[in-house]
């Protein structure tokens, strides 16, 4: 198994192709993203295929918490270069096996988070019509 090469992201520099983020301070630290970020890691895979195994792996990581136990600091938590090898090196060779059933995994992950945008949707739309049966009842009585 071929792993990506993991560094420091540094503002202005040349992103090559295939890569991906890591943020690494902040509460949602270890989460991967297509953009930088100023405390951010970049993930510079050879081709496609390891770039989406890799991203949806660490997206994986993220979402399940694994990152939380290796933030430091009592402050502003943060993770370091390290410790996203380590847990790279550990998980993916356990992963990619079984590398089919993961991307069902994601595939339900993402239908559920559509379910959840589109709820939070209808909570806004809800509360924005409350606000306007009141407002239009209370102007009504001027």
């Given amino acids: 198994m ?9 503002e202005g520099a040349v992103v090559p192709p295939h890569s991906f983020f890591i943020l690494c301070k902040g509460c949602n630290a270890g989460k991967p993203g297509f953009q930088p970020w100023i405390n951010s890691f970049i993930v510079v895979c050879p081709h496609e295929e390891y770039f989406n195994f890799y991203f949806w792996l660490i997206y994986g990581l993220w979402r ?3 990152f939380k ?6 402050v502003i938590p943060f993770i370091n270069l390290n410790d996203v090898r380590d847990l790279i090196r550990e998980v993916a060779p356990a992963i990619q096996p079984g590398w089919n059933k993961y991307q069902q995994i994601l595939e339900t ?6 379910k959840k945008t589109s709820l939070a ?3 806004i739309i809800t509360a924005n019509l409350q606000r306007h049966l009141l407002r239009t009842y209370f102007d009504k009585l001027k």
């Fill in 2 to 10: 071929m792993f990506p090469s993991i560094r420091c992201y540094h």
């Fill in 109 to 114: 992950l993402n239908k559920l988070e559509q």
């Fill in 69 to 74: 136990t290796r933030h430091r600091g009592s």
């Fill in 64 to 66: 399940d918490g694994k």
């Fill in 121 to 123: 949707e209808q909570i």
